[in-house]
């Protein structure tokens, strides 16, 4: 009878361990799925801002038609469902950059520039930006511990037992992740010195004296 007990008290306690590491493997699951949804709530704000963009820039530069088709085109794809966070990051990037094309556009639009709705947008897309940022960090941060669950001992028998699997980063390609920025060409351009300073360190004509100066 010992034996036998022994035996059960050994199965019971495996079978507590492979409970618990497989609650444990549930629950990261379910941090990386609910931290998905979070990037996916911000990537919507970021798509509906960027359709308010491109409606506020066509009032002022309608025959701008290529760029705002692309930006059109990239926006649809990127708000195209069923997305792997791969397939969504190249999505997101092809958006990003006929996002700059547009917005290097508006610098040659002053009315379009010191439009209050425009300036406003702006602003908001900025803020959303970061809040993307911030929730992409996070939901990697709970896919690099659910993997590394899956992919070590002992948790990876269980793992493969249940059919869980690593789940896949969202990674910024480029600065797909980061506020649109443009760069008018004036960042390394010399700064004239005000008019009250021109010539003041120039050198003057040496002035001659009486005794210097020609016959008349």
Not at 143 to 152: A, G, I, P, S
Not at 178 to 201: L, N
Not at 204 to 209: F, L, N, W
Request: aromatic share 6%.
């Amino acid at each position: 009878m010992i034996p036998l007990i022994v035996v059960l008290v050994i199965v019971v306690l495996l079978v507590l361990v492979a409970v618990g590491m497989y609650n444990g493997l549930i629950k990261l699951r379910n941090l990386v799925q609910e931290a998905w949804r979070q990037i996916d709530v911000e990537l919507t704000r970021r798509h509906d801002l960027i359709g308010n963009l491109v409606e506020t820039v066509k009032g002022y530069a309608a025959h701008e038609r290529g760029t705002l088709e692309d930006v059109v085109k990239a926006r649809s794809q990127a708000m195209a469902p069923n997305q792997s966070p791969g397939q969504q990051a190249e999505s997101e990037n092809m958006l990003s950059q006929a996002l700059g094309r547009l917005l290097a556009i508006a610098e040659a639009y002053p009315d379009l520039k010191a439009n209050q709705n425009f300036m406003a947008l702006q602003q908001e897309l900025t803020s959303t930006e970061d809040r993307i940022a911030s929730a992409r960090r996070y939901y990697n941060a709970t896919v690099r511990d659910l993997n590394t669950k899956v992919e070590t001992v002992p948790t990876n028998f269980v793992a493969g037992m249940f059919g869980i699997k690593t789940a896949e980063y969202f990674e910024a390609v480029g600065e797909q992740r980061e506020a649109p920025k443009v760069d008018f060409g004036q960042r390394d351009t010399a700064i004239p010195p005000p008019q009250s300073q021109v010539g003041v360190d120039e050198p003057q004509p040496e002035r001659q004296s009486p005794s210097e100066q020609p016959p008349a």
